[in-house]
């Protein structure tokens, strides 16, 4: 059985930071590209960052560039994203995807094989 599980998400105040967690179970996704979505209230789901299998490659929509940062730990199968000056408009459900065809640049074009449970980021004015 696949699983991949997201953590870290919270209530934060604008300006603040957080760290999400992913553990991927179940089979070996040292070899996918992973990344984050997210999908705010009333809005439809979109790309956030993507990791190349290696972590040598990374890649990040315009509105996040600079403050957040993919990264992974392949002996603990595990991405993080590490998100600083967050804004209200970063508030969403943040889920964790696994693709064993994409690259991290073409994750956020495809829809990933694999996908979390989504955990939830509030921030706060």
């Known amino acids: 059985q696949v699983q991949l599980v997201e953590s870290g998400g919270g209530l934060v105040q604008a300006g603040g930071s957080l760290r999400l967690s992913c553990a991927a179970s179940g089979r070996t996704f040292s070899s996918y590209a992973m990344g984050w979505f997210r999908q705010a209230p009333g809005k439809e789901r979109e790309f956030v960052a993507a990791i190349s299998w290696s972590g040598s490659s990374t890649y990040y929509e315009d509105s996040v560039k600079g403050r957040f940062t993919i990264s992974r730990d392949k002996a603990k199968n595990t991405i993080y994203l590490q998100m600083n000056t967050l804004k209200p408009e970063d508030t969403a459900v943040y889920y964790c995807?696994?693709?064993?065809?994409?690259?991290?640049?073409?994750?956020?074009?495809?829809?990933?094989?694999?996908w979390g449970q989504g955990t939830r980021v509030t921030v706060s004015l």
């Open positions: 995807a696994a693709d064993p065809r994409a690259t991290a640049h073409t994750m956020g074009v495809r829809y990933p094989d694999y």
